[in-house]
């Protein structure tokens, strides 16, 4: 009863030879450990709690992956957290109301210690699955994070502290220079993670949304309508997936739907996370999402 309807009827078992071309995958971010303390911040605010872990079990179900490819993320270091947050900012994180307002919630809901145990444990399995990447060559997933509304100096969105550019931030400071892509496919446009890289000309952030914002310096960005289907969505993400990673000083412009005021929207490039009511996206679009 704890499963939802769409897990109980799970398609046949993989063969082996599936299972067998997946263990260059790993995952880290299982939800298990995440859910007590999740459960009291977001199941309030219509938030399913436990979506990491009806990700891996369906993954696990369905033998796209073995038990032996999980493993659960370390927490992320404050030291880690500084090369993109401000201090100021850091130490805010320890109060009731910053926190409360990050989550939308009453300040007398939150633990602050709990929570950012949380958050921590999330951001670290994106710093860990980025690192395991570029050392191994191989492709790899949390299955929580994405925290894309958080900037240098500020929170919201449910995003207390931005992961992605974390783990941007932690690969330079290892050495790592080539150029990286950022592809965002929220249903809203990843303006933390755009203040977050700003300062980084190798990195290239694209987000694929259902919202427009505005203008967002150094983003390549798609806006795609109200009840756009599956078919222009994808079309979209072609694109998206296809087009080259250009330097910051030279974005891409197009339309897709039109800009508040009539004026036309940027096209900046995204990531696949489409929200009923927002976008109409089938299970076949779900079947093709990938997460930064």
Do not use: K
């Amino acid at each position: 009863q704890l499963v939802p309807s769409g897990l109980r009827q799970l398609p046949p078992a993989l063969p082996r030879e599936r299972v067998e071309q997946s263990q260059a995958i790993g995952i880290t971010g299982r939800g298990r450990e995440l859910d007590a303390i999740a459960l009291g911040i977001e199941a309030p605010t219509g938030f399913e709690p436990r979506r990491a872990d009806f990700a891996v079990w369906y993954l696990l179900a369905t033998r796209w992956l073995a038990p032996r490819q999980m493993r659960a993320p370390p927490l992320v270091s404050y030291g880690d957290l500084a090369r993109v947050h401000t201090p100021e900012y850091l130490e805010t994180l320890s109060e009731p109301d910053t926190l409360a307002r990050i989550f939308s919630v009453d300040p007398s809901d939150v633990v602050p210690d709990q929570l950012m145990r949380t958050v921590r444990l999330a951001a670290g399995a994106t710093l860990e699955a980025a690192r395991d990447a570029v050392a191994r060559g191989r492709p790899c997933l949390n299955t929580l994070g994405g925290f894309h509304h958080a900037g240098p100096a500020r929170g919201g969105g449910f995003c207390a502290v931005n992961d992605v550019a974390v783990a941007v931030a932690a690969l330079r400071a290892d050495g790592f220079d080539a150029p990286v892509a950022v592809l965002d496919f929220d249903a809203h446009p990843p303006d933390g993670t755009a203040a977050c890289l700003r300062g980084d000309p190798r990195c290239h952030l694209a987000s694929l949304s259902g919202s427009d914002w505005g203008r967002l310096d150094g983003v390549d960005e798609t806006v795609l309508p109200e009840g756009c289907g599956d078919a222009r969505y994808l079309t979209a993400l072609e694109a998206l997936l296809a087009a080259d990673v250009r330097p910051r000083s030279l974005p891409r412009r197009r339309s897709e739907a039109p800009r508040r005021g009539g004026r036309p929207s940027t096209l900046r490039a995204g990531a696949l996370a489409c929200r009923t009511g927002e976008f109409d996206a089938s299970p076949s679009v779900a079947g093709h999402r990938r997460d930064t």
